[in-house]
């Protein structure tokens, strides 16, 4: 008999379709006519299990440790002609009543009353109830044999070696096997103290009757049910042909209903004429397949062995279908007799069940001791985006509860700073607290009552800026970075950025700027598009020769963003004009200017102004840049108070440069100014950055204010802008070639 | 002998070398010794005996101005960096 295979189906179900299970279960023709066992008003689990029968002649079940628990390997054979023992339902206690094990159908049988099973191995329990039911046949003048270890089994399947194995085995220890064999499951897996882990119940099968029972089914548990379908007993050891996979093709013993979607499972023979229970699977079951495996090979010799190979291997081609719509099982079976039926019930727990045992498990905070709390806790908002707009308390790190786990990490990276965490009312955060604190997180605290307690009691609130759908998504990459966020991204929007010269350095950082969401980009540049700018000048293009700098940078700025507001200033700067410029309104210059009047301009108008100058210059393949930022780091005139004589400071126009190099160090002066918008991380204040793109190499240099700087320093000797018109071709000072 | 980085605007003067050594206890005698293996750098750096104040020169990540000066002591597996002002942006 091939049977190592199995189907199980499992549901779950409501009180309501508990109760029409156990109508089913009543039927008085039903596999267990048992009442008097409570029904929870929680979920229930369902578990048909189907399995094949044991021989009671073979060896004990292995019972197989595995990572702690044990398992009881499924067997092999089963008896298509033997008249079989009715299914055993083994209810579960609720609450402390009793388990009541049920053998319908059989003489003399009944229920049998089994206390506290919840604690108790399966296997006692079913000892138990072998035994209770044994007493029970006895006394009512009922087939004992049939618990008997000894069964009716053909001669001469039976080889010597497995006669005396028999004749050592102990009737106990068969009838054990005998019941928990043919459970229909891969293992049953049991805990420390010997119950099956998340289930209450064990089922306890046993042989079935001639009679069968009609499993029927709707679409929703058709897997189980067409595994079930029984082929005659007679086709024991034929192999599976193709066509047998279909159960369609396969015949119901019933053949009452050949059509239609069902199966048939053994019933329990009342000992009259066989009369199908029906067991009603509605629609939304949910079907679980489980594969018995194969505990040891067939007795009937090599030609036995080998047919079941084949159909292994007949098994394995058919792979994945077989494992999704549960057909294994019922190639399997095909050959064997109907098996037994096995129901286990589950009691779920509920939400509210779930969250009173998580706010045991976290700490919580009244809203009143969270305000008061000393060091002022990092607040842990873990509501919706929509929530979170309607107000929020002051300071607040919002991470929506669906992305905490991902986000927190980085948002959060010391796992011991005290954080109360808050959603609308206290349930969110107290799941959200347990997360954290499986995340290693140290000091966390539940906001009780949550934000609502919060606002209700009259503590600070705030209601955000928030960017709308559009910018959100243009921005979404920045918003994503912890560092930078929805908060950061309002800054930038915000932001005003002085660009001084609309050059090689200029070109990419204004359009890294611009990009950025820089709210506001002022160009300085007094200069036209030449053909020889186009090398490195990314911002023009070949359609704007001839056309102002800051009109051409303007056009292609806005049409990357139009978020963007571009300020062009077509003048060349100088002294007099600088502070009319500056005074516009400023938060960074970006100083890209190509001759050193601007630059010792920009520096002393900076320092007047107290506005940070993010530095570079170029020249062939070097790059320079720092940050200048008034009083807090040293100045350009720290560094050099003075320019060098004309002819020892080459421009680019007279030295060359390499076409990228001012796409490396614009887009650092463009990423130094927005982390000097944003106000994060360490600037280049106080730090010069030399790169060498020949050697790919940078080398960074410290920079020291000067206390006798002439500008910055303690007695400055400049306070009025010079201009070195010595240095320029033309009168004033230029910006950018 | 300590090496010593050339800046790109002063390179003409050492033959386009980007790193050339010199010798010195002092960062005075290293660019002593460095404008005597390269004359044409002398009038680029020195300025009425002083270094010129267009020009800074680094020891070890460190302007030589907060160290000693010229005073400042050479230490072995040092690399002196000479960085003129440079205002090329465009």
């Given at each position: 008999?091939?049977?190592?295979?199995?189907?199980?189906?499992?549901r779950?179900?409501?009180?309501?379709?508990g109760?029409?299970?156990?109508?089913?279960?009543?039927?008085?023709?039903?596999?267990?006519?048992?009442?008097?066992?409570?029904?929870?008003?929680?979920?229930?689990?369902l578990f048909?299990?189907?399995?094949?029968?044991?021989?009671?002649?073979?060896?004990?079940p292995?019972?197989i440790?595995?990572?702690?628990?044990?398992?009881?390997?499924?067997r092999?054979?089963?008896?298509?002609?033997?008249?079989?023992?009715?299914?055993?339902?083994?209810?579960?206690?609720?609450?402390?009543?009793?388990?009541?094990?049920d053998?319908?159908?059989?003489?003399?049988?009944?229920?049998?009353?089994l206390?506290?099973?919840?604690?108790?191995?399966?296997?006692?329990?079913?000892?138990?109830?072998?035994?209770?039911?044994?007493?029970?046949?006895t006394?009512?003048?009922?087939?004992?044999?049939?618990?008997?270890?000894?069964?009716r089994?053909?001669?001469?399947?039976?080889?010597k070696?497995?006669?005396?194995?028999?004749?050592?085995?102990?009737?106990?220890?068969?009838?054990?096997?005998?019941?928990?064999?043919?459970h229909?499951?891969?293992?049953?897996?049991?805990?420390?103290?010997?119950?099956?882990?998340?289930?209450?119940?064990?089922?306890?099968?046993?042989?079935?009757?001639?009679?069968?029972a009609?499993?029927?089914?709707?679409?929703?548990?058709?897997?189980?049910?067409?595994?079930?379908?029984?082929?005659?007993?007679?086709?024991?050891?034929?192999?599976p042909?193709?066509s047998e996979t279909?159960p369609?093709?396969?015949r119901p013993?019933?053949?009452?209903?050949?059509?239609?979607?069902g199966?048939?499972?053994?019933?329990?023979?009342?000992?009259?004429?066989?009369k199908?229970?029906?067991?009603g699977?509605?629609?939304?079951?949910?079907?679980?397949?489980?594969?018995?495996?194969?505990?040891?090979?067939?007795?009937?010799?090599?030609?036995?062995l080998?047919?079941?190979?084949?159909?292994?291997?007949?098994?394995?081609?058919?792979?994945?279908?077989?494992r999704?719509?549960?057909?294994a099982?019922?190639?399997?079976h095909?050959?064997?007799?109907?098996?037994?039926?096995?129901?286990?019930?589950?009691?779920?727990?509920?939400?509210?069940?779930l969250?009173?045992?998580?706010?045991?498990e976290?700490?919580?905070?009244?809203?009143a001791?969270?305000?008061?709390?000393?060091?002022?806790?990092?607040?842990?908002?873990?509501?919706?985006?929509?929530?979170?707009?309607?107000?929020?308390?002051?300071?607040?790190?919002?991470?929506?509860?669906?992305?905490?786990?991902?986000?927190?990490?980085?948002?959060?990276p010391?796992?011991?700073?005290?954080?109360?965490v808050?959603c609308a009312?206290?349930a969110?955060?107290?799941?959200?607290?347990?997360?954290?604190?499986?995340?290693?997180?140290?000091?966390?605290r539940?906001?009780?009552?949550?934000?609502t307690?919060?606002?209700?009691?009259?503590?600070p609130?705030?209601?955000?800026?928030?960017?709308?759908?559009?910018k959100?998504s243009?921005?979404?990459?920045?918003?994503?970075?912890?560092?930078?966020?929805?908060?950061?991204?309002?800054k930038?929007?915000?932001a005003?950025?002085?660009?001084v010269?609309?050059?090689?350095?200029?070109?990419?950082?204004?359009?890294?700027?611009?990009?950025?969401?820089?709210?506001?980009?002022?160009?300085?540049?007094?200069?036209v598009?030449?053909?020889?700018?186009?090398?490195?000048?990314?911002?023009?293009?070949?359609?704007?020769?001839?056309?102002?700098?800051?009109?051409?940078?303007?056009?292609?700025?806005?049409?990357?963003?139009?978020?963007?507001?571009?300020?062009?200033?077509?003048?060349?700067?100088?002294?007099?004009?600088?502070?009319?410029?500056?005074?516009?309104?400023?938060?960074?210059?970006?100083?890209g200017a190509?001759?050193?009047?601007?630059?010792?301009?920009?520096?002393?108008?900076?320092?007047?102004?107290?506005?940070?100058?993010?530095?570079?210059?170029?020249?062939?393949?070097?790059?320079?840049?720092?940050?200048?930022?008034?009083?807090?780091?040293p100045?350009?005139?720290?560094?050099?108070?003075?320019?060098?004589?004309?002819?020892?400071?080459?421009?680019?126009?007279?030295?060359?440069?390499?076409?990228?190099l001012p796409?490396?160090?614009?887009?650092?002066?463009?990423?130094?100014?927005l982390?000097?918008a944003?106000?994060?991380?360490?600037?280049?204040?106080?730090?010069?950055?030399?790169?060498?793109?020949?050697?790919?190499?940078f080398?960074?240099?410290?920079?020291?204010?000067?206390?006798?700087?002439?500008?910055?320093?303690?007695n400055?000797?400049?306070?009025?802008y010079?201009?070195?018109?010595?240095?320029?071709?033309?009168?004033?000072?230029?910006?950018?070639s | 002998?300590t090496a010593?980085?050339?800046?790109?605007?002063?390179?003409?003067e050492?033959?386009?070398?980007?790193?050339v050594?010199?010798?010195?206890?002092?960062?005075?005698?290293?660019?002593?010794?460095?404008s005597?293996?390269?004359?044409?750098?002398?009038?680029?750096?020195?300025?009425?005996?002083?270094?010129?104040?267009?020009?800074?020169?680094?020891?070890?990540?460190?302007?030589v101005?907060?160290?000693?000066g010229?005073?400042?002591?050479?230490?072995?597996?040092?690399?002196?960096?000479?960085l003129?002002?440079?205002?090329?942006?465009?």
């Amino acid at each position: 008999m091939r049977g190592d295979h199995c189907a199980t189906g499992r549901r779950l179900l409501s009180g309501s379709t508990g109760l029409e299970r156990r109508q089913a279960l009543e039927d008085p023709g039903g596999l267990a006519a048992r009442d008097g066992c409570p029904v929870s008003g929680s979920d229930l689990e369902l578990f048909p299990g189907f399995g094949h029968l044991a021989e009671p002649e073979e060896e004990e079940p292995q019972v197989i440790p595995h990572r702690g628990v044990a398992a009881v390997p499924a067997r092999e054979r089963a008896e298509p002609r033997e008249r079989a023992l009715g299914p055993i339902l083994v209810e579960a206690t609720h609450r402390g009543r009793h388990a009541s094990l049920d053998v319908p159908g059989r003489e003399g049988g009944g229920r049998v009353e089994l206390a506290e099973s919840r604690a108790r191995p399966p296997e006692s329990l079913i000892r138990d109830a072998e035994c209770k039911l044994r007493a029970d046949s006895t006394a009512s003048g009922g087939p004992l044999e049939r618990c008997q270890p000894r069964r009716r089994e053909p001669p001469q399947r039976r080889g010597k070696g497995e006669a005396r194995q028999e004749a050592r085995k102990s009737p106990r220890k068969a009838r054990m096997e005998k019941i928990v064999r043919p459970h229909g499951r891969d293992r049953i897996r049991f805990d420390a103290t010997g119950r099956a882990p998340g289930r209450d119940r064990v089922l306890a099968p046993a042989r079935p009757e001639e009679c069968e029972a009609e499993v029927q089914a709707n679409e929703g548990a058709a897997g189980i049910l067409r595994s079930q379908l029984l082929q005659p007993g007679d086709t024991a050891f034929r192999p599976p042909r193709k066509s047998e996979t279909d159960p369609g093709v396969q015949r119901p013993r019933t053949g009452e209903h050949p059509r239609r979607l069902g199966a048939t499972a053994p019933a329990v023979g009342g000992g009259g004429a066989p009369k199908p229970l029906r067991l009603g699977v509605p629609a939304e079951a949910q079907i679980e397949e489980q594969r018995r495996r194969p505990a040891r090979p067939f007795r009937g010799g090599a030609s036995a062995l080998q047919r079941r190979r084949t159909d292994d291997d007949d098994r394995r081609k058919r792979g994945s279908r077989d494992r999704h719509d549960g057909d294994a099982g019922a190639r399997r079976h095909s050959a064997t007799i109907p098996t037994p039926i096995a129901i286990l019930l589950k009691p779920m727990s509920s939400y509210r069940d779930l969250l009173q045992k998580t706010k045991t498990e976290i700490a919580e905070i009244a809203p009143a001791e969270a305000a008061a709390l000393p060091d002022g806790p990092l607040f842990l908002d873990v509501r919706e985006r929509d929530e979170w707009e309607e107000g929020h308390i002051p300071g607040a790190l919002h991470i929506p509860r669906g992305t905490l786990e991902s986000r927190v990490e980085a948002a959060l990276p010391d796992r011991e700073r005290p954080v109360v965490v808050y959603c609308a009312g206290g349930a969110r955060s107290a799941f959200a607290a347990k997360t954290l604190e499986e995340l290693g997180y140290g000091d966390i605290r539940s906001l009780a009552g949550g934000y609502t307690d919060w606002k209700r009691n009259g503590f600070p609130t705030q209601l955000p800026r928030s960017l709308d759908a559009a910018k959100r998504s243009r921005y979404s990459r920045h918003i994503l970075i912890p560092e930078v966020g929805e908060e950061g991204q309002l800054k930038l929007l915000d932001a005003r950025v002085l660009l001084v010269g609309a050059g090689g350095l200029g070109s990419p950082a204004s359009l890294y700027l611009a990009a950025a969401g820089v709210g506001r980009l002022g160009i300085v540049d007094a200069d036209v598009v030449d053909e020889s700018n186009l090398q490195r000048q990314i911002v023009h293009s070949t359609s704007t020769l001839g056309e102002l700098k800051v009109l051409s940078a303007k056009a292609t700025i806005e049409a990357l963003n139009p978020d963007v507001e571009v300020v062009p200033y077509a003048e060349r700067l100088t002294a007099e004009n600088i502070d009319r410029i500056l005074a516009d309104g400023w938060d960074v210059i970006v100083d890209g200017a190509d001759n050193f009047p601007t630059r010792y301009l920009v520096n002393d108008a900076s320092v007047w102004h107290r506005i940070p100058v993010v530095h570079g210059s170029i020249y062939r393949f070097d790059g320079q840049i720092t940050v200048f930022k008034p009083f807090e780091g040293p100045c350009y005139r720290c560094l050099f108070p003075s320019p060098p004589p004309p002819e020892l400071a080459p421009s680019c126009a007279e030295g060359g440069v390499l076409g990228v190099l001012p796409g490396i160090i614009g887009s650092l002066q463009a990423s130094e100014a927005l982390k000097l918008a944003l106000g994060i991380g360490d600037t280049l204040v106080g730090r010069l950055l030399l790169f060498d793109a020949l050697e790919a190499s940078f080398t960074e240099v410290g920079l020291r204010r000067d206390p006798e700087c002439p500008v910055c320093g303690e007695n400055p000797t400049i306070t009025e802008y010079v201009d070195y018109v010595e240095f320029c071709q033309a009168p004033g000072v230029r910006v950018a070639s | 002998m300590t090496a010593v980085r050339i800046p790109p605007t002063l390179r003409t003067e050492t033959g386009g070398e980007r790193q050339v050594e010199a010798e010195g206890v002092t960062v005075r005698e290293l660019l002593e010794d460095l404008s005597t293996r390269y004359p044409a750098l002398r009038d680029r750096i020195w300025e009425d005996g002083e270094v010129a104040s267009f020009v800074n020169v680094y020891l070890g990540g460190e302007d030589v101005r907060t160290l000693d000066g010229l005073a400042t002591a050479v230490e072995a597996g040092q690399t002196l960096i000479l960085l003129p002002a440079m205002a090329g942006g465009a």
